[in-house]
């Protein structure tokens, strides 16, 4: 019965022993990957610093060459639907007003942070080029031609004949008072006011006839003088250069900066007025636009067809040419992390599996050593 007793314990003694060693093998092991055992600086150990930059680079090799290949990434693009997906959520009342406060927003985070130094100086030397390639006297001959052939000298003619008329008409006693200035004294007054009359209404029916008829001679050679004026503005050498001294007098460099910058003021507090307002017309606009975009976008397969082709292609083009841009920036990441402090965060992580792996290691080691007891003593 004694003997039984103490072969027991033979057994206890061999499991715990082997235990021990496995629980000490398995506690270095783990040891090792984070930190130096004891602080004693074992070849081969603290291997997540030592080997920081190599875990890295194979990191960023597992990645690519499994998660970033053509055929791994091929089937999740193919099923990409993009278009409709935003068509839908563009539909939505809620998103089509977060999408427009949003597009609101920005608009007025640009227009407010635009430098207006640059600005205006791209308004003025963009002014000064324009006005450079512009001739006044192309434009005015132009204009007056454009005028006569409208016939809108016609009805300015009109307009002061008529005018002229009612002057005289109604002014007559001035005209005898200025006939009787002009005359001689032995003239008798009843003269001066029968020439008078006979003015005022000579006068009148001449400018009647003008009015009544569109072919009268006086007409004629009105056109005649602006087709002639028109021509000589066109053609004449001074009247280029003097209108071209008055464009430079009047259009000098501080003075278009000076237009430019008020131009881009008046503008932009109109336009952040606008943006700020509780029914702002650019936001009305906007929504209108965002809305018709998704309603448009979810009726028309063609296009949904197309914009998806797009998308798929570009991110498959965008992904297969950076793949290595890719594995280098998660080899550079890794590699440059502080390395104590990537041990530490690493360790944390599988804390609880580290010391799952030492209770591991301690059964696994009596079991074995209990065996090999056990099969020595059968032989």
Known sequence: MKYYFFAWIGYVKVFSEAAMVGALADWFA???????????????????????????????????????????????????????FIAGWLNNKKNLELTSNEILWLLKDIIEKTDEHMVVKFITAKSKDILNNIHLNEILAGGIQQVVQRGDHERILDYIIDK???????????????????????????????????LVKGATKYLTEIEKNPNHQIRKDILSQLNGFVKEIRTSQKWEDELQEIKNNLLTKDRIQSYAAAAWKTLQKSVL?????????????????????????????????????WIRFNLYRLI???????????????????????????????????????INGTLVGGLVGLLIYMLTKLI
């Open 30 to 84: 783990v040891t090792a990957l984070f930190h130096h055992p004891m602080g004693i600086p074992i070849p081969h150990t603290n291997l997540i610093v030592n080997r920081k930059k190599s875990i890295g680079d194979n990191l960023g090799g597992f990645v690519v060459e499994n998660f970033l290949n053509p055929t791994t990434i091929r089937p999740y693009i193919q099923r990409l639907q993009l278009s409709s």
């Open 164 to 198: 002229l008329r009612n002057y005289i008409t109604n002014n007559e006693d001035q005209v005898r008072d200025r006939v009787k200035q002009e005359s001689y004294l032995l003239i008798p007054e009843f003269v001066d006011n029968l020439i008078a009359s006979k």
């Open 273 to 309: 007025s606008d943006l700020s307002a509780e029914k702002s017309a650019v936001k009305l606009y906007i929504k209108k636009m965002v809305a018709e975009i998704a309603t448009s976008l979810k009726q028309d397969e063609v296009m949904q067809n197309k914009i998806d082709g």
């Open 320 to 358: 297969l040419h950076n793949t290595e841009k890719m594995g280098e920036l998660i080899s550079n990441t890794v590699g440059d992390w502080e390395g104590r402090e990537l041990s530490n965060k690493l360790e944390l992580e599988v804390g609880k599996d580290l010391q799952y792996i030492r």
